[in-house]
């Protein structure tokens, strides 16, 4: 699979996880049902529901209302082609593709359903572990990703204990989000993740204080975070870990 064809690819289902991630909290289909402005409720047509293109040559707005369309669609379609083209770059045997993608697919809708309502569906990570375990059944994915119930456990146990140490500030959705992602990355990459997760969450946090912008006790969304946390762990988790083994045994 070529860069680009992987990048277009990508594009284009991150346009169908933006919809996911945007109706499945509501409760609304997401197949058989067009695509509408938000302010107008105009269906669109073909033209503007291209990836991040139409998005740029209608301004940002919609072109009967003007409504402003929200920056999150050609974010996540551009990040997700380039998430997928990284993937084929980075991986080399089949079966580690597809896990990449798996991993990323689930991460864009939980992105986009968090950000927005501050929800992570339950359906979508059954629908993500019913197709994990069924891949590796097969044997579709690579040996190297082994079902993990010691990842799995760690993601459940760490996050709750947070979870009732800070009087519930850390939401289920989080948790069950967690649970998945140890079950898939194993226990060093679930530990990765939630180190990322929790280290970009408090810059945000304290960024945000600092200039004003967000009170101290104010909730955010902490599933982009675990989804960053995840990225990175998928693309860097192994080299990270060996420096920092290295580091703890020279000193």
Known sequence: MSLWFSFVVGTILGSFYNVAGLRLPKGEPIFFARSRCSGCRRALSWHELVPVVSFFLLQGRCRKCGCKLSWLYPFVEAATGCLFSLIVFVFHSDGSVLFGLLVV???????????????????????????????????????????????????????????????????????????????????????????????????????????????????????????????????????LLSLYFSLYERF
């Open 105 to 239: 697919s689930l991460l864009a809708i939980v992105f986009v359903s968090d950000l927005t309502y501050m929800i992570i569906p339950n359906r979508v990570l059954l629908v993500f572990l019913l197709i994990f375990v069924s891949s590796k059944s097969f044997g579709l994915l690579s040996a190297a990703f082994p079902l993990s119930w010691t990842g799995a456990l760690t993601g459940f146990l760490v996050p709750m204990a947070a979870a009732w140490l800070s009087s519930g500030k850390i939401g289920g959705g989080d948790v069950k989000l967690l649970t998945l992602l140890g079950f898939m990355l194993g226990l060093p990459g679930v530990l990765t993740t939630l180190f990322f997760a929790c280290l970009s969450g408090l810059l945000y946090s304290c960024v945000r204080i600092g200039i004003g912008w967000m009170k101290n006790d104010e909730p955010i969304a902490f599933g982009p975070f675990i989804a960053l946390g995840a990225v990175i762990c998928l693309f860097c988790g192994k080299p």
